[in-house]
Each structure stands twice: as C-alpha cells, then as structure tokens.
C-alpha cells in the first residue's frame, strides 16, 4: 500500500476535481447533454490503432508480479510511465546520493516486456525526499523584504500617515490609534471610524498605500493586523491601477492578522483598505507586502553594506584608509540615503589623476573561497555630474574600472575572483572632486541566484541539490529514457499563477513536499530545464500540469510561464496535460485547452487520463451501473476525438492512461470508490475501452 499512497497525484485534486460534481441523486445527474454512445468494439490492441504513442502509467508491484497485468500493458501500450519509481522520493537517500537499483529493475522489465519509458518526473513540489532537503534549509523566509512603506503607520503626525492617502470618507474619520489597546505595535495605528453601512458600497471608505514597486505575475502576500470596537464589523482589500478585490472579512474586537495573495498586474501597485460596509471604529497595524516568488533575500558577505550600523561620522565593519583633505560622514534624509536612514558620504575637494586611492575606506575582512567569482553590488550617486568611483580588494589588490558617477541613484556591479581566504573591498574615491553618497553594499557568492536578498547559502544548497539530482537521473538513462516531465505543476490553483508554498494546501503530515520556487524564485523552472538539456541534449524535454481543462487561468498562466522560459533560452520540447477528469467534465473546456496547447506549437501529451464515474466520492458503496460505463466510455471518447480534431499531427506526442484496472487505480485508494480506467478489477475491458478504441478508429 505504501506505493499506491505515495503514487502519481497531488491529494488536493480530489478537492478540486470532486468540488464540481452535482450532489443530486444519480438519476437526475443523468439529464444532461452526454450521450451514452454505443461502445462495445473490443478488437484492439489500442496501440495498433493509434497514429501516436499510447502509454499507461504503471507501479512497480503488479508489473513486476501480476503477468496479466504486464500483458495487458505490454499488449495494449508502446510505452510506460512509472507511477513512483523515478521521482526524487524514491531515488534520492537521506544523505543525497542517488540509487538507481528499483527504478533499474522496473526499467529492465519494461524493456525487456518491450515497452519505451516516459521520464516522470523531476521538479515537482511533492513526492520528495524532503527528510533530505530541508537539512539544506532552514526552511523558513522569514528574512523576505516588506515592500510596502509605512505599513505600521508609525510615519506621519496627527491624523495623517506618510506614504497613505485618504480617497473616500462617506462621513468616516482617518485618524491615528493610540495606547495600547488601539495599536497592534509601535506607537501608532491606522484608526478609521466609519458611521454609515453602505451595501455593496467598501470602497466609499478608503485609503490607499502610495504605489510599491511590483515584478508583473509575481505573488504578493499582504499581511495586516485589524480589530473593530464592537462585533460585526467588516474590511476588505483591493488594488490599484488594476482593480482586484478580495473578498469581505468579518472583523470581531480581537486583534486578528489578515492574509491575502495577489498577482501583481502591473511594474507598481497599491493597495487600498475598504472599509464602507460596516458602521464600526477600526484599528488597522502592521501591514506588510512581500514578494512570495521572489528568491529569498540573499545574506550579505559583508558586514554593515548598509552604513546602517555606525554613530556620526562613525561607520562599524569600514576603516577610513586615506582622507587627503576628504570628509567621510553619514548621509541622512531621503535625498542622501537609498534604504534606511544613513548612508556613506564622502566629500572629496580634489581631483587627483591617477590618485582613486588617495580618498579610500575599506570594509572589514570577509570570508571567501580562493578561486571562487564573488558579485559585489552597490548604489551610488553624486552632488553634481561627472564623478568617478572604483571598487578595489585587499589583501590581493584587484581593481575595478573607474565608473562614471551622475547624480541619480545608479546600481553598480563588480565581479571578482578571490585570491584570498579573507578579503576586503575598498572604495578609491579620490579621482574626481564631487561628493558622493554610497548605500546598499553587498557581496554575495556570483554563483547565487539570489538579486539580494534568504539565505544565499540556502539557495546555492538547493539549487545544487536539484541539479544533481536532474544530471543524475538524465545522465544515468541517456539513450534509454528519450523524453522527461522536467517540471511538474508549476502552476498553483485558482488563478493565483506561480506555485509557492503560500498559495499550496499541504495535507496534514505529508512529509515529501518541498517547494523548489521557494528558494530559487520564478526561475527555478529555468534551472531545471537548463539542468536536463545539459545532461543530455537530445532528450525531449515537458512540463506537466492538471486541472488545464477546467481552469482557463490557470491554462492562459501556464502557456505564459512557458513562454517566459523559452523566452530565456529554456529548450522546452512540449506540454503534458494530465487531464484527471470526470464524466461531466466541461467538454467545451476539453476543446478549448487543446486549442490552446495546440497553439503553442509544442508537442503535446495527455499525460495521466482517467475518467471519474462516481458522482458523490463519500458515497460508500457506490456501485457503476451500465449508464455509468456508458458515460464514462463517451467521455474517454470524446477527450480522445478532441485531442486528434485539435492537436495537429506533428504535435501529437501521445496519450497516457493512468493506470490498468480500477483495483489499482490512485483515486480507489483510501475507501474511496472510483472505477477510473479502462479494465475493470478482473481485467476485463470496460465500455471505456472501447470509448478509446473506437474514438482511435474514428468512430
Ligand atoms: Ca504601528
Ligand atoms: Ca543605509
């Protein structure tokens, strides 16, 4: 039983799927639109009849020991995915290393009973040796960076609120809470006190943030904390320019934190409290805004890059080397600072041709590897134009080229080899009379992905992790496995674009999940496909997903991300849908995700087809009657005859059942009674055979 728990599908997909199913007793369920066909041609074999690959999702048990099973495969199938056996639970150990010997031995099976092996699958967010992985991470991004500015509405005086700006009142007041039964944290609050219900009226009153800087598709989670002074009351979110609503919260007397994720539609955002609803007095805190598909924020190698640590003309962690007649003081006020409240200030009255180090500070000694390449970025900008700034190292000087300094905030970035097992970076500010302000100094690893901010050391540790496991595995079956399901569900449910941890359900303890997007950002994808070509360019490289037929969003969100990738250079051969559906699924929405992957111009697979019958899964006891099959046998003939209409030839990489009979089914685990697939537990063949089989002869 342990394979069949741990086989094929995330559990959050029987919410999913199960959610639309009528309630209705069967018969009335019935009324609709589906015909029941008539099938009954049973002259297969299915592969004999097909123009393109049919496959069927396999375990290791039954093939291995049940020979009806393995004919019944062996006759019907060209090639098989493994349910289990090639995901990272099952190969990589606790300490990391790779074992091959079950995938080995299931492999040489099917080989050997004649049957290709389909790749299943590499990068996916479950079915993992997690135990392994989190020994990587700390497993937490508490680090992440609060883009939204005076979220804890400490700045401002009286009643108004730095970076807040009141659009409606209705009668209402914006004034600031105080004392600590009116504040969350600090020494002020957001307090609004609203004297009119308005129905269908939240935004007549509302204050919104000024707009943040936002990554267009990227998650944001919005944390806040809010109470009301008497029961009953009501608060909302939304955004701007482009308009999104979250829904309506009852608000009680009790200090209760808020959570809601949206997808950035725009470069900047804002978000807006609506409060109109309910007649109440709030008190609103602690608002924090951070970006969940950013990587987490990468930890400086270097001490104090933010002059944040230091009193007067004092910097902690940077010596002054040389002044020549130069001042080195703290920066302060938002005209002289790039983040917090000081930054370095040099003034240097004196050109000196060829003379950068006779104005020179220098940071403490850091850690770094002889030989390793280290990014060292900082923002800088001058009093008046034409200055000139220039990194250095110690104890091995390096030199970086004199840059050209306007009076803007400019980033500037550095790479250097270490040559030492400490090393200092040094500012040569001597070359151009000006006075220059410097802030947000860091030095990370180059080969960290991290554009600053977690754990860098995390982040190298997890992408190194997947990509020995991803030129493990392509490297060990080159020649052998052609194609591979390099990155599984990347998309998350809803219409929320990228999966993260934040917008995932994870089952109460399950062990193998671990969320790869987490760590490495949006470009984990990226990773993994550049990882497998790689290890072996001449694999057929797919992304694989569920729920595309029943969800628009999520279909548009996936062709987009698979965009993006090819975009920047990912070899991405096609897309698998894994079409986990039931009877009644839309068939409207069948057709129209076909036409949309077909557009794609990729090659395109049904990956994992089964079809539910079971129109109530807590129904015990639920036994398919000849209607049943009947529905169940149209609808595999449908998806069938849909996938050849709208999949151009050339494009069409096959269809994969998932699974034999329905003893062995994933969705028959667990009490639940579903008969999914195409035999039934005898082996015989079901009306949905010849569902397939006639759909394949063009009946
Ligand atoms: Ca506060
Ligand atoms: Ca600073």
């Given at each position: 039983m342990t394979i069949k728990i741990k086989q094929?599908?995330?559990?959050i997909l029987l919410g999913v799927i199960w959610g639309v199913h009528s309630c209705k007793p069967d018969k009335d369920i019935y009324n609709g639109a589906n015909s029941t066909g008539n099938f009954t041609d049973t002259v297969g074999p299915l592969k004999t009849y097909a123009g393109f690959p049919i496959g069927i999702g396999i375990d290791n048990q039954p093939f291995l020991n049940d020979a009806t099973y393995r004919n019944i495969v062996s006759r019907e199938a060209s090639v098989v995915t493994f349910g289990y056996l090639m995901k990272h639970g099952a190969i990589v150990k606790d300490d990391g290393t790779l074992d091959f010997t079950a995938a080995d031995q299931l492999y040489n099976a099917a080989t050997q009973a004649g049957l290709e092996v389909y790749g299943h699958t590499l990068v996916w967010h479950q079915n993992q040796n997690a135990t392994y992985l989190n020994t990587l991470t700390s497993g937490s991004n508490d680090n992440a960076v609060n883009v939204l500015a005076n979220g804890d509405f400490e700045a401002g005086s009286g009643n108004t609120f730095t970076n807040w700006s009141v659009y409606n009142t209705n009668g209402a007041t914006f004034t600031a809470g105080s004392g600590s039964s009116e504040v969350h944290g600090g020494n002020r609050s957001l307090k609004i006190t609203n004297p009119n219900d308005n129905a269908g009226g939240q935004w007549k009153v509302q204050i919104a943030s000024d707009l943040f800087n936002t990554v267009q598709d990227h998650n944001y989670k919005v944390t806040f904390w809010i109470k009301a002074a008497t029961a009953g009351g009501s608060a909302r979110l939304s955004t701007g320019p482009t308009a999104q609503y979250q829904g309506d919260h009852t608000i009680g007397t009790a200090w209760t934190q808020i959570t809601w994720t949206f997808t950035a539609k725009e470069a900047q955002t804002r978000i807006l409290f609506d409060m109109g609803l309910k007649a109440n007095t709030y008190f609103i805190d602690d608002v924090k805004i951070i970006d969940v598909d950013a990587p987490p924020p990468v930890t400086s190698l270097l001490l104090n890059g933010n002059f944040e640590a230091g009193s007067g003309n004092t910097f902690t962690n940077w010596s002054v080397y040389n002044t020549n007649g130069a001042t080195f003081t703290a920066g302060s006020g938002s005209s002289e600072v790039h983040g917090g409240n000081r930054s370095l200030k040099i003034t240097n009255p004196n050109d000196n041709a060829g003379g950068q180090w006779k104005v020179q500070i220098a940071s403490d000694l850091f850690t770094t590897t002889p030989n390793k390449d280290y990014k060292v970025t900082f923002w800088i900008k001058a009093a008046t134009a034409g200055g000139s700034a220039r990194l250095s190292t110690g104890p091995t000087a390096q030199y970086q080229g004199d840059q050209t300094i306007g009076t803007a905030w400019t980033q500037i970035t550095w790479t250097f080899t270490a040559k030492d097992a400490q090393t200092r970076i040094l500012f040569d500010m001597g070359l151009k009379a000006n006075t220059y302000f410097i802030d947000d100094v860091v030095v990370v690893d180059a080969s960290s992905s991290g554009s600053g901010g977690g754990n860098q050391n995390e982040i190298a540790k997890v992408d190194d992790a997947m990509k020995t496991f991803i030129t493990g595995m392509l490297t060990h079956y080159k020649g052998k496995v052609k194609a591979w399901d390099v990155v599984n569900e990347p998309m998350a449910d809803g219409n929320s674009g990228l999966r993260v941890k934040d917008n995932s359900s994870i089952p109460q303890?399950?062990?193998?999940f671990f969320f790869w997007s987490d760590y490495l950002g949006r470009d984990y994808a990226l990773k993994a496909f550049q990882y497998a070509k790689a290890a072996d360019p001449d694999a057929l490289l797919f992304i694989n997903d569920y729920g595309l037929e029943s969800n628009q969003a999520k279909l548009d969100s996936l062709i987009k991300y698979v965009t993006y990738l090819k975009g920047k250079g990912a070899k991405i051969d096609g897309i698998g849908t894994q079409m986990h559906i039931s009877w009644n699924t839309s068939r409207a929405g069948i057709d129209a995700a076909f036409q949309k992957l077909a557009a794609t111009g990729l090659k395109i697979k049904i990956s994992e087809l089964d079809v539910k019958v079971n129109p109530d899964p807590v129904k015990p006891n639920f036994a398919p009657s000849p209607t049943n099959w009947a529905y169940q046998a149209a609808m595999y003939n449908y998806v069938v005859k849909s996938y050849i209409k709208y999949i151009p030839a050339a494009q069409r990489y096959g269809i994969t059942i998932w699974g034999v009979s329905d003893k062995d089914?994933?969705?028959?685990?667990?009490?639940r009674f579903e008969f999914?697939?195409?035999?039934?537990?005898?082996y015989n063949k079901k009306p949905a055979y010849s569902g397939v089989l006639q759909a394949l002869k063009g009946q």
């Open positions: 094929i599908i995330p559990v303890g399950a062990k193998d089914s994933w969705l028959a685990t667990n009490g999914p697939l195409l035999f039934d537990k005898d």
